[in-house]
């Protein structure tokens, strides 16, 4: 089938052209735009067809390197035990009010830690009010790693790579606000520092080791050491892909009682933290980017509930209804798509590879993904005796991995299962 791409309203431009340093001494103003429907072919970073509330942008905005404000607060932000203080409706982005300096990418781009459809994730270093000081308002350019000498924590600035990417980070920034205002979120989520309205951008820790990676990884030494006593066990070894694992859903669990629907998981949208014992093997998985999340009232209460209206998936992690709401037009984004993903996500780990690795074209794999039967498909790579039938991997996954999106484990079957799996 072909999809064509579709793209954001672009914000018209006004008269009055504001330059960053301007910006960061004003509000942005706020208005309501409601995209057009279309269908696309699936970039890295779906479009929700959802009005935005974002600032005005001028055509002469340019993003600056650098912000500078108070201290950073660590820990989660909290807001009273007022129910209504947590509404949806009412949040709006967290300023960021620390101070950094964006790296530039230097000659081997080491400084560019993700990119995307929509943006680009930079390495940043957090900065002193002394060195905040020194630097020129706006800075001219960003600071060359070899030649700045700052010491502070290292940062990620997700910064839009085109006009139209500032409403979803704006949407995005609302986000991560609303879910970090609920207590342990740094458990489940990257610690987010706020939104730089002055440059359209978020700032988070960095954390450099994503999920996917780590799994390719695990799958070289796994060919490079291959036995036939661990075989039958993921490519990351069964202790961790089993943390891994539990952590994961107990985070989306987190997630879906906030009302929050992730939209896109995958291991590219998965860090891995070291643990706080510093073992050199032990991980703590974050979420990240939620340019394709939103949030619903009373997510939970039904699991197949349409919430909107799907215009762009990730076709190895898609459950088969998406496809056909894909097709149709019809909105069928949902809390059980999430489960599905995560647990091809959780799959993809266990195997180090898609289940879908055999297709030779595209066309090929999204008939393949929609026939919702990706445990077969990875039985038939080559590694698939880690996924065999009544072994661990398939007993975890396959109540998540049910074709019918009604007959799918809830998030609180999938935990009940997983503990009586490891009572045994």
Same mark, same amino acid.
């Given at each position: 089938?072909?999809?064509?791409?579709?793209?954001?309203?672009?914000?018209?431009?006004?008269?009055?052209?504001?330059?960053?340093?301007?910006?960061?001494?004003?509000?942005?103003?706020?208005?309501?735009?409601?995209?057009?429907?279309?269908?696309?072919?699936?970039?890295?970073?779906?479009?929700?067809?959802?009005?935005?509330?974002?600032?005005?942008?001028?055509? +002469?905005?340019?993003? *600056?390197?650098?912000? @500078?404000?108070?201290?950073?607060?660590? $820990?989660?932000?909290? /807001? &009273? =035990?007022?129910?209504?203080?947590?509404?949806?409706?009412?949040?709006?982005?967290?300023?960021?009010?620390?101070?950094?300096?964006?790296?530039?990418?230097?000659?081997?781009?080491?400084?560019?830690?993700?990119? +995307?459809?929509?943006? *680009?994730?930079?390495? @940043?270093?957090?900065?002193?009010?002394? $060195?905040?000081?020194? /630097? &020129? =308002?706006?800075?001219s350019s960003p600071a060359n790693s070899r030649s700045q000498s700052i010491a502070g924590q290292v940062l990620a600035v997700k910064a839009a790579?085109?006009?139209?990417?500032?409403?979803?980070?704006?949407?995005?920034?609302?986000?991560?606000?609303?879910?970090?205002?609920?207590?342990?979120?740094?458990?489940?989520?990257?610690?987010?520092?706020?939104?730089?309205?002055?440059?359209?951008?978020?700032?988070?820790?960095?954390?450099?080791?994503?999920?996917?990676?780590?799994?390719?990884?695990?799958?070289?030494?796994?060919?490079?050491?291959?036995?036939?006593?661990?075989?039958?066990?993921?490519?990351?070894?069964?202790?961790?892909?089993?943390?891994?694992?539990?952590?994961?859903?107990?985070?989306?669990?987190?997630?879906?009682?906030?009302?929050?629907?992730?939209?896109?998981?995958?291991?590219?949208?998965?860090?891995?933290?070291?643990?706080?014992?510093?073992?050199?093997?032990?991980?703590?998985?974050?979420?990240?980017?939620?340019?394709?999340?939103?949030?619903?009232?009373?997510?939970?209460?039904?699991?197949?509930?349409?919430?909107?209206?799907?215009?762009?998936?990730?076709?190895?992690?898609?459950?088969?209804?998406?496809?056909?709401?894909?097709?149709?037009?019809?909105?069928m984004a949902t809390i059980a798509s999430d489960i599905y993903a995560l647990g091809v996500t959780l799959l993809v780990v266990a195997i180090g590879?898609?289940?879908?690795?055999?297709?030779?074209?595209?066309?090929?794999?999204?008939?393949?993904?929609?026939?919702?039967?990706?445990?077969?498909?990875?039985?038939?790579?080559?590694?698939?005796?880690?996924?065999?039938?009544?072994?661990?991997?398939?007993?975890?996954?396959?109540?998540?991995?049910?074709?019918?999106?009604?007959?799918?484990?809830?998030?609180?079957?999938?935990?009940?299962?997983?503990?009586?799996?490891?009572?045994?």
């Amino acid at each position: 089938m072909s999809l064509t791409p579709r793209q954001l309203p672009v914000p018209s431009p006004t008269d009055q052209r504001d330059s960053c340093a301007m910006l960061r001494a004003s509000e942005p103003s706020t208005s309501t735009r409601t995209p057009p429907t279309f269908t696309l072919t699936p970039p890295t970073t779906p479009v929700r067809p959802q009005a935005f509330e974002t600032p005005d942008f001028e055509d +002469g905005d340019r993003e *600056s390197e650098a912000s @500078a404000g108070a201290p950073r607060q660590n $820990e989660d932000f909290i /807001l &009273p =035990t007022a129910e209504e203080s947590l509404s949806w409706e009412s949040i709006l982005p967290r300023p960021c009010t620390i101070q950094y300096q964006r790296l530039g990418s230097g000659s081997s781009g080491s400084n560019i830690l993700g990119s +995307g459809a929509w943006s *680009s994730v930079y390495r @940043a270093t957090e900065l002193s009010p002394a $060195e905040a000081a020194l /630097l &020129p =308002t706006p800075p001219s350019s960003p600071a060359n790693s070899r030649s700045q000498s700052i010491a502070g924590q290292v940062l990620a600035v997700k910064a839009a790579a085109r006009r139209d990417g500032h409403a979803i980070l704006y949407q995005e920034a609302r986000i991560l606000t609303y879910l970090h205002r609920f207590r342990h979120a740094s458990s489940y989520l990257v610690p987010f520092h706020g939104y730089d309205a002055a440059c359209h951008s978020l700032v988070m820790d960095a954390v450099p080791l994503n999920l996917e990676t780590h799994a390719k990884s695990c799958l070289e030494t796994a060919k490079a050491n291959f036995s036939t006593r661990t075989m039958f066990d993921p490519v990351c070894g069964l202790a961790e892909w089993q943390s891994l694992a539990s952590q994961l859903i107990d985070g989306l669990g987190f997630l879906h009682e906030a009302s929050c629907v992730h939209g896109d998981i995958k291991p590219a949208n998965i860090l891995l933290q070291r643990s706080d014992d510093g073992s050199s093997d032990s991980y703590r998985p974050l979420y990240c980017d939620f340019s394709s999340s939103h949030i619903v009232e009373h997510a939970s209460s039904d699991a197949s509930k349409p919430l909107q209206q799907v215009t762009a998936i990730s076709t190895d992690f898609a459950s088969p209804e998406l496809f056909t709401s894909l097709c149709s037009s019809a909105g069928m984004a949902t809390i059980a798509s999430d489960i599905y993903a995560l647990g091809v996500t959780l799959l993809v780990v266990a195997i180090g590879t898609s289940p879908y690795v055999g297709a030779r074209m595209e066309i090929q794999k999204l008939s393949m993904a929609r026939e919702g039967r990706p445990l077969e498909f990875a039985r038939q790579t080559g590694q698939g005796t880690r996924v065999m039938k009544g072994k661990m991997v398939e007993k975890w996954l396959r109540g998540a991995l049910e074709k019918e999106a009604d007959k799918r484990d809830k998030i609180e079957e999938w935990q009940r299962t997983i503990q009586s799996l490891i009572d045994q």
